[in-house]
């Protein structure tokens, strides 16, 4: 593994070697704490997480890669389905000395963190789930695309700038394929079945996610160890566009201090069972 520091920041830049490719990961110098870990979504890199990661770092050591064939991550001859990314997310936490990680996961990386908590409890500490977008509802494929373009709108101006140049570098052709594939993915069965301690976190304004009423339904239906909350005004990327928020919530509920929702920060709240 290669690691060279970033400009006085508090964050390194590393290379380490997964399935035989070179990955890509950035990492904070907190040396305390349980490791956070997040995953990007389909066809983007890492780099729209960090705003959600810088404002974790206090917490302890955060850690964005970019996923194999992703970003600044070496491409590869072929797209990585979903279980395969989670078992690339198995040999990173291993690449990277981490026995037991927080996975904070966006759209995709909701999934393959899922894949993770379910294959390999035992390297998961818990699960923070943003915006965990897939099935029946982003189905067929011409109503996810619609609800995706929908979402492009909604989204703050300053991802665009982020998340263009990946999207251009990983191909549309690619992201059409894994888009799809996440449609099909069964999120919310996954989520329910849960084995770790799970956060799932959704914007209000988010076009690829259930509307209230059932967003109500998945509360009732949830173990006592799911917590599902709503942050006010957010679109998909909520990592992006509302970090202060998400990771008020993060760190509250990793303290199990959310309570009755009285310390949560302002527009977010926690979605009743009842």
């Not at 990661?53 to 070496?74: F, H, K």
């Not at 491409?75 to 981490?98: N, W």
């Not at 189905?139 to 709108?153: H, Y």
């Not at 549309?172 to 799970?198: A, C, I, Q, W, Y």
Request: aromatic share 4%; net charge negative.
């Amino acid at each position: 593994m290669k690691a060279h520091r970033g400009p006085g920041d508090g964050w390194v830049d590393e290379h380490l070697q997964v399935g035989g490719t070179s990955v890509y990961c950035r990492r904070s110098t907190t040396e305390d704490g349980i490791p956070l870990v997040h995953l990007h979504g389909f066809a983007i890199s890492g780099a729209y997480l960090m705003p959600t990661a810088r404002a974790l770092a206090a917490r302890g050591v955060n850690v964005v890669p970019d996923l194999p064939g992703y970003g600044r991550s070496e491409r590869r001859d072929h797209v990585l389905d979903i279980p395969s990314l989670a078992e690339s997310t198995i040999a990173i936490l291993d690449g990277l000395g981490i026995d037991k990680a927080v996975l904070v996961g966006n759209s995709m990386g909701c999934a393959i963190s899922l894949e993770v908590a379910h294959a390999a409890p035992e390297r998961v500490h818990r699960l923070v789930l943003v915006s965990p977008a897939g099935g029946v509802h982003n189905q067929p494929m011409g109503r996810a695309i619609g609800q995706l373009a929908k979402d492009v709108l909604r989204e703050s101006t300053r991802m665009f700038p982020v998340a263009l140049p990946d999207y251009v570098r990983f191909g549309p052709l690619n992201g059409l394929r894994l888009f799809r594939e996440l449609t099909r993915f069964p999120s919310l069965e996954r989520l329910l079945d849960t084995p770790v301690p799970t956060l799932a976190v959704l914007g209000t304004r988010d076009p690829l996610l259930p509307p209230p009423d059932r967003i109500r339904d998945v509360a009732r239906l949830a173990p006592e160890h799911l917590t599902v909350a709503l942050v006010d005004g957010a679109a998909h990327a909520v990592n992006f566009s509302h970090p202060a928020e998400l990771a008020g919530v993060v760190g509250l509920w990793l303290d199990d201090e959310v309570g009755d929702g009285s310390l949560l920060p302002h527009g977010v709240r926690v979605v009743a069972a009842t």
